[in-house]
């Protein structure tokens, strides 16, 4: 539903600019660019995860930063909520909430009424609800982990923070067997293996994408000289400033630390949409819209085939739910060993799936030989001896 949502609004911002509804501006040069990235690249549902709902609500905050020139309360509500969302589904895209602080820097008097509101009381217990499962708040970072707490695993926290980031730069193409994970990530020693495997798939998908871009804005800021049409200036906009700096600060972050396409491709495609809107001083409004019509059609056809072709492929050959979720209790006993932690409380462990069956659950073996549990005010504390 979220990413129908983004695709409809907007679909039908280009909508609006095609039937003369609103007048042509930067912010609909982004819906163009961004719907024809969706119509390219996500448009199988069976691939988004919880990495696209979170790309397409930043794309959805900055469009709507764009359109957004007051700096009421009303926008800067709107993008924190939104912002809080985006991290709390992906907090290596935690950099949005530059946006909202653009407006909060403009306002100092918001800073009291957004304290209290809902986006601050969800990220507080977001941040409680890290710290109860895992002892951090932000886990897998090992600094901010609270040592004192019985269940906190600080070594084990700091392992999966260094085998995250090594895993994300390539791990398995490291051709040098002598480096430890921890090595490996440090002094760009992860290059070699990342170029062979996720730089050559960030090109295979981001250069067709180029190639297009290059192709609209060239038809969009020529106009033969016979023929000028009315022309829209793009050069003197003062949030590309803004927007600038945040893409370049999430592409530097992005490359440092999580280089994987599937987790910073919004980075990339604003930053893109910049540096075209850089490179050209202005465009030939009535091109816009021709190429808004087209893209438009081609999104629609697109997006609508593929569905199509998706249910009549596996209509007879799927169930409307995926078949994990539902697992038959006869199979519980060739699936999980139980452990009983007390006569009321068991634990589980499955080398296959945790999360549709019996719980609590781990895949980890030697966590379900060494866990053990306290009880405080009712509650069950599990932590690993």
């Known amino acids: 539903s979220i990413t129908s949502f983004v695709y409809l609004y907007f679909i039908y911002d280009l909508y609006k600019l095609v039937k003369r509804k609103e007048n042509i501006s930067i912010g609909k040069l982004f819906s163009l660019i961004i719907v024809l990235y969706i119509s390219y690249k996500i448009n199988r549902y069976g691939e988004y995860g919880n990495d696209a709902p979170a790309h397409l609500m930043l794309f959805f905050v900055v469009s709507y930063f764009l359109y957004n020139s007051n700096t009421g309360y009303k926008s ?5 909520l939104i912002s809080t969302f985006i991290f709390a589904n992906k907090v290596f895209l935690g950099l949005c909430f530059i946006l ?46 609270l040592k004192n707490l019985e269940w906190t695993d600080i070594n084990r926290t700091e392992i999966v923070q260094v085998e995250s980031e090594a895993w994300s730069k390539a791990w398995p193409e490291n051709k040098n067997k002598n480096l430890s ?43 033969s000289k016979n023929k000028k049409g009315e022309r829209l200036n793009i050069n003197n906009y003062k949030k590309k400033k803004i927007l600038y700096f945040f893409s370049s600060i999430g592409l530097i972050l992005f490359f440092l630390k999580f280089p994987i396409y599937r987790y910073g491709y919004s980075y990339i495609i604003i930053f893109l949409f910049l540096i075209f809107l850089s490179l050209f001083k202005s465009l030939d409004k009535n091109k816009i819209i021709k190429c808004s019509k087209f893209v438009i059609i081609f999104s629609i056809i697109t997006m609508s085939g593929k569905q199509i072709t998706r249910i009549s492929e596996n209509y007879n050959k799927r169930n409307f739910f995926p078949d994990h979720v539902f697992i038959n209790s006869s199979n519980f006993d060739r699936k999980y060993d139980k452990r009983y932690l007390s006569e009321n409380f068991s634990l589980y462990y499955s080398s296959e799936e945790c999360f549709y069956g019996l719980a609590p659950c781990t895949n980890y073996r030697t966590d379900f030989e060494k866990i053990k549990y306290n009880t405080k005010y009712k509650y069950i504390i599990l932590y690993k001896d």
């Open 181 to 223: 994970h921890k090595e490996f990530i440090k002094n760009f020693n992860w290059i070699d293996a990342w170029s062979d495997k996720h730089l050559k798939y960030i090109l295979k998908v981001v250069g067709p994408y180029i190639f297009v871009l290059v192709m609209i804005f060239l038809y969009m800021g020529f106009s």
């Open 76 to 80: 800067f509500y709107l993008l924190t």
């Open 100 to 145: 909202p602080l653009y407006l909060l820097i403009k306002r100092k008097s918001f800073f009291l009424k957004i304290f209290i509101s809902v986006p601050s009381i969800f990220f507080a217990l977001w941040f409680i609800k890290n710290i109860l499962i895992t002892g951090c708040l932000l886990y897998p970072i090992k600094n901010s982990c």
